[in-house]
């Protein structure tokens, strides 16, 4: 399938992005190995507006300084020193939206994603879950921002069309310090879909 647009990335909904790349490829080519999958979980980020938000207020350093880029490239960051988790920008220059990509069904290089995440055998939490996923794929700080449309790491358009009775809308997880923002329903996830982070991934 052809890698998503960067007309696609360029929306300024976020909510809408999030929710229209469940079902789509994540893919990555490290050192010429290939790995990637479904994209079955995705959380969206608000930009200024979201307390849950890195750029909350406009909030921008180092760190953050991917997001306010134009839509299209990643942004990926050290979760409590240990995780490195994967973001895709989207929105216009200077309006810092991104969505985390929290989970994938794996369809391609299993074996390596296996070694990686020092795994013997398939089961759900080989990818279920953004630290998780990022392990797997070989995603570190070597691959923020980087362009969505180049060769390293990319998103395509797939044959996994998802109804609106398939995908599950919810509140965001580990965002408790985002107050009434915690509530928003940022997070959309494949319904029935085992290769999701907990809780709630049975309804």
């Given at each position: ?20 790349l469940i079902g789509k490829m994540l893919f990555t080519n490290i050192d010429a190995q290939l790995t990637g999958g479904i994209i079955t979980e995705t ?126 809308a919810t509140t965001r997880i580990g965002v408790a310090y985002a107050q009434e923002h915690a509530l928003w329903p940022f997070r959309f996830y494949l ?13």
């Amino acid at each position: 399938m052809a890698k998503l647009p960067v007309s696609f990335y360029r929306n300024e909904n976020v909510v809408e992005v999030a929710r229209q790349l469940i079902g789509k490829m994540l893919f990555t080519n490290i050192d010429a190995q290939l790995t990637g999958g479904i994209i079955t979980e995705t959380e969206a980020y608000d930009g200024v507006v979201d307390k849950a938000c890195h750029a909350y207020g406009g909030r921008n350093t180092n760190r953050t300084a991917t997001m306010y880029l134009a839509g299209g490239v990643t942004y990926v960051y050290l979760c409590y020193g240990i995780h490195h988790l994967l973001n895709v920008v989207s929105g216009m220059v200077g309006n810092p939206q991104a969505v985390l990509i929290r989970a994938i069904e794996p369809t391609e290089g299993v074996e390596l994603m296996l070694e990686r995440r020092r795994m013997e055998k398939l089961a759900p939490r080989i990818t279920a879950g953004p630290g998780a996923l990022s392990q797997a794929l070989g995603i570190d700080k070597q691959l923020n921002a980087k362009d969505l449309s180049a060769n390293e790491i990319w998103i395509e358009d797939s044959d996994n069309l998802c109804g609106e009775d398939e995908i599950v809308a919810t509140t965001r997880i580990g965002v408790a310090y985002a107050q009434e923002h915690a509530l928003w329903p940022f997070r959309f996830y494949l319904k029935g879909n085992k290769y999701v982070s907990k809780p709630n991934n049975l309804k």
